[in-house]
């Protein structure tokens, strides 16, 4: 088996904006930020480090928000850069460089595995008060908290793989 | 700062050096002592104090003010607001702003293949439609989007083969044809339009053996096309033109009949009937272009038909 610290060192791009989505929403809503990693040679590999937030809002889009960030970056570099390479079969460098940015990117794009946790507490409490966004969100929350179970199986790295490679050769 | 006394010293020590040692308050030396002490397999309860007028994190006196908390910690007014818009370092910012300037990079610089690709695929599209001339011009503009790709450049030679089909230059739709037919699938039916290139290119140069040849090598291979058929007479008729060998004449004049037949009225069988019919009679080759051109009405039974 690969160490996955060494996948996480192959692709640091995506630690980086994965910790810079955290601290974007953070800061966003107003949460106070304590510490925080942008990448280290451990184990995690990056942090942030905030105080509890008690709103469900605030702690959604903080848990959640690099998976959308992530996401929307790993597709928004390779699907441009798939075409020359698969559909012409173009073997540019740039092309290459730009694919393993965003599926590195892609591939931090799950929340950790105490996001996951400290969102899914988050959202049981919250869709028993009643609150919406818990509510609508429950399926979401639940997908995330079962991929952290499963990202074991590297389930996180193949979702990476998936948008950025998958999603293209649907479209083209 | 606030002091505290140790219960078991009874010396005044730092808020923030003392602990929680069960229900007792302690200095750091009576924690330690009391820590070795004690038994391995009960281990203390041991809890650090916090001074709520020292900010944990600059470590700033507040005096006899108790500061605010985040995360339940004591923190300063200049350490909250600094916790609360924690900044970005500056290699993130330049990091982002490159990320920001690649992805547009990105997109402007693989443009190009996106549009040749929507192209190349409106070309199929159009083909299967049966527009030829969008599926032409499209193909083109792929083309022209993306000239590294040998695909599409075989692609617009398919199309140039077929144009130049179309307004019979045999000779450069040979050459066309061919470069597509070293890349394009068999569904595109290449080798069939590379043998019609070849039979134009034989008719044109007058080498009516070679024009007999493929003909009749085409009308072996499918001997219910009309318009195949209709090129065997065709070529039998040139055959004829040259030798005077009436067996020919005989033999196209059956290929064409056959030709009519299976071609049942389709458009165009009449005129090319009519230029082999016109050949035959006159023992002399033209072309279709001249042939329109000397007949605009068309030409039966010996003489051009009068409107």
């Known amino acids: 088996m690969i160490p996955g610290i060494l996948v996480a060192i192959a692709t640091f791009p995506g630690v980086i ?122 399926p979401l929350v639940v997908a995330i908290y079962a991929a952290n179970v499963l990202s074991f199986f590297w389930l996180d790295y193949l979702y990476g793989i998936g948008i950025g490679l998958g999603l293209p050769s649907l479209i083209f | 700062m606030r002091q505290v006394l140790c219960d078991l010293c009874k010396h005044t020590v730092p808020m923030n050096d003392a602990f929680i040692l069960g229900e007792a308050t302690v200095c750091g030396a009576c924690c330690e002592n009391a820590q070795k002490e004690s038994n391995a397999d009960a281990p203390l309860s041991i809890r650090q104090q916090i001074d709520p007028t020292v900010c944990r994190r600059c470590n700033s006196d507040g005096g006899n003010l108790t500061l605010p908390t985040v995360a339940g910690m004591p923190i300063c007014e200049a350490c909250y607001v600094y916790m609360h818009h924690y900044p970005f370092p500056a290699w993130i910012k330049a990091s982002a702003v490159g990320l920001a300037l690649l992805i547009v990079f990105a997109t402007m610089w693989n443009l190009r293949f996106v549009r040749g690709y929507r192209e190349m695929h409106g070309s199929m599209v159009a083909l299967g439609q049966g527009d030829v001339v969008l599926a032409d011009s499209m193909a083109h503009a792929a083309a022209r989007h993306v000239p590294e790709s040998l695909d599409l450049a075989a692609l617009a030679s398919y199309f140039d083969g077929l144009a130049n089909l179309r307004e019979n230059k045999s000779a450069e739709a040979l ?86 037949d299976l071609a049942a009225g389709a458009p165009g069988m009449a005129n090319y009937e009519q230029r082999i019919l016109h050949r035959l009679s006159s023992r002399e080759v033209i072309n279709e272009n001249e042939f329109n051109l000397r007949f605009p009405h068309g030409w039966q039974d010996g003489k051009e038909v009068q409107q």
Not at chain 1, 74 to 79: A, K, P, S
Not at chain 2, 206 to 213: C, R
């Open chain 2, 175 to 260: 050459t066309s044809l061919k470069r597509a037919g070293e890349r394009l699938p068999p569904s595109f039916g290449v080798d069939d339009l590379i043998l019609q290139a070849r039979i134009g290119v034989a008719f044109d140069n007058k080498n009516y053996d070679e024009y007999l040849a493929l003909a009749t090598q085409e009308a072996k291979e499918r001997p219910n096309d009309a318009g195949i058929r209709a090129m065997e007479a065709s070529a039998l008729a040139c055959k004829y033109v040259a030798t005077g060998n009436e067996s020919l004449r005989e033999q196209a004049l059956a290929s064409l009949k056959l030709a009519k």
């Open chain 1, 17 to 138: 904006v994965h910790e810079m989505a955290h601290m974007l929403f953070c800061k966003w809503r107003g949460v106070a930020i304590i510490d925080v990693c942008f990448f280290r040679f451990g184990n995690p590999v990056g942090y942030v480090v905030h105080e509890a937030v008690e709103d469900f809002t605030t702690s959604f889009l903080v848990s959640v928000g690099p998976f959308f960030i992530n996401s929307l970056l790993c597709i928004l570099i390779c699907l441009p850069a798939y075409v020359p390479v698969k559909v012409f079969g173009l073997e540019h460098p740039l092309s290459y460089v730009l694919l393993w940015l965003g599926i590195s990117i892609g591939m931090h794009a799950f929340p950790s595995i105490q996001d996951g946790q400290g969102l899914w507490h988050a959202a049981r409490k919250a869709a028993a008060r009643g609150n919406i966004l818990a509510i609508i969100s429950f």
